[in-house]
């Protein structure tokens, strides 16, 4: 996959890719022939029907997308130069859209400006997956199925295969490490196009790996991300192999988080460094405490995970969490405080998250939750969210449903960026996948009812 950043020379590209993020999160586009891309249109933009892509009041679905060339790359495919460009979405009399993703950060970040708390809030967000040479799956009346398999050592074909387990994989190096070069071809062309990576590397599932972006600023982050999904999946379709984000795709194998460490900058600097718990400020403590309120009441999670799916991950035994907590070097606790860091170096690390979440929606939302801590005092100990050797209090609400009526109750905090229509519909949204899924039988139950 060639990518290069754009250049702002419009005279050698054949095609521009206007990228519109859809109520889920994933990338749209329509491209436009090099002779349409005209000074009137990068300014005022192209109309198209907004109800296609999720959001709710379908009834005025006209909208106007808006290319930000200062997001723009340029792909060589097939003999033709495509330049790609996130676009804004206004309705037709000019407002910003209000439900749109890029609309939500850019107006969680006015409230972290306009709170004085801070200037900017930067985001580091891992990105684990996993890889298959072969995937099928099927539901019907009359059967359901999934079968998936891959080199490393998955699937009914690998039994006799040389493996190292389902989950030893932590860090492998070829030739245990199967998918390095997917790794390699995809953080060179995420780079290329302007995406910072910090590193990448086996994942401790078999046929599981990560790559970890850098530190960037909120809204270049849940940019990035949106990207960097699509090219790590073009990369393995050009490998004919199948990627998955799924929180868990597999039955008892380590499930896929999408982590994320954070902090809030003013006049350039941390606010979250101190001399309390952890080495955490006062405001990095109160921040801490408002992820895991909101968490606890659902509302976050609504977020952060919004799919059946993400609560077959969020189960005892695999390092994910189960309930608000928070320490330093845990991997089981919610909100984690690297044990690493060097003094005045504090960040908090956001655990509980994963890949089915719309990254703009889930980025911003932690965000206001963490403000919205700051700003009430919180105090994450006096909470009960300091993380014990005993039975874990304060358990997350354990699926999609329970979630959803935590946002129905827990919702104001939110309101600073997110519209009450796109609440709504978010909650409809996801009542109606979780009705598709847990309305039907799974193989396990027939295994122990049939």
Not at 4 to 31: F, P
Not at 84 to 95: I, N, Q, S
Not at 367 to 392: H, W
Request: proline share 5%.
């Amino acid at each position: 996959m060639q990518l290069a950043r754009y250049a702002g020379d419009l005279s050698s590209i054949d095609y521009l890719s206007m990228l519109v993020v859809d109520i889920h999160g994933k990338l749209r586009s329509v491209s436009l022939p090099r002779g349409y891309i005209t000074d009137k249109v990068l300014k005022h933009g192209i109309g198209f029907d907004a109800s296609n892509f999720g959001y709710a009041d379908v009834h005025k679905s006209d909208m106007v997308a808006i290319p930000d060339l200062s997001t723009g790359f340029v792909q060589d495919r097939d003999g033709f130069k495509v330049l790609h460009a996130f676009c804004d979405v206004e309705t037709t009399d000019g407002r910003p859209f209000d439900q749109y993703p890029r609309t939500v950060v850019r107006k969680a970040v006015e409230r972290l400006k306009a709170s004085g708390i801070g200037d900017e809030a930067k985001m580091l967000v891992e990105l684990e997956f996993y890889v298959f040479d072969d995937v099928r799956y099927s539901t019907t009346t009359g059967h359901s199925y999934y079968f998936v398999e891959s080199v490393e050592g998955i699937g009914e074909e690998r039994e006799d295969a040389p493996r190292f387990g389902l989950s030893k994989g932590y860090h492998r190096l070829a030739p245990d490490d199967r998918y390095a070069l997917l790794r390699d071809r995809a953080v060179k062309a995420m780079e290329d196009a302007g995406i910072p990576v910090k590193y990448h590397h086996h994942e401790v599932g078999a046929a599981q790996l990560e790559i970890e972006l850098n530190f960037i600023p909120l809204s270049k982050a849940a940019d990035s991300v949106a990207l960097a999904q699509w090219i790590i999946k073009s990369c393995a379709d050009e490998m004919g192999l199948r990627v998955t984000f799924m929180p868990k795709p597999m039955y008892k194998i380590a499930g896929n988080g999408m982590h994320v460490h954070q902090f809030v900058e003013k006049d350039g600097k941390s606010i979250f460094p101190g001399e309390g718990l952890y080495g955490l400020s006062e405001a990095g403590l109160s921040y801490t405490a408002g992820l895991l309120e909101h968490a606890l009441s659902g509302s976050l999670l609504a977020f952060s995970n919004p799919s059946t799916n993400s609560y077959r991950r969020l189960v005892p035994g695999y390092e994910a969490p189960v309930s608000a907590t928070f320490a330093q070097g845990s991997r089981a606790a919610a909100v984690r405080i690297p044990g690493y860091l060097k003094k005045g170096e504090a960040r908090i690390e956001f655990r509980t998250g994963d890949a089915t979440a719309n990254t703009h929606y889930f980025l911003a939302a932690m965000l206001l939750a963490g403000l919205d801590g700051i700003e009430r005092g919180l105090d994450p100990v006096k909470l009960g969210f300091a993380n014990t050797k005993e039975t874990p209090r304060n358990t997350f609400p354990t699926g999609l449903y329970h979630v959803m009526n935590g946002l129905r109750k827990d919702r104001k905090w939110l309101l600073h960026a997110f519209p009450e229509a796109l609440l709504d519909e978010w909650i409809r949204i996801k009542e109606k996948e979780a009705e598709y899924v847990y309305n039907a039988p799974v193989p396990q139950e027939y295994e122990l009812y049939f």
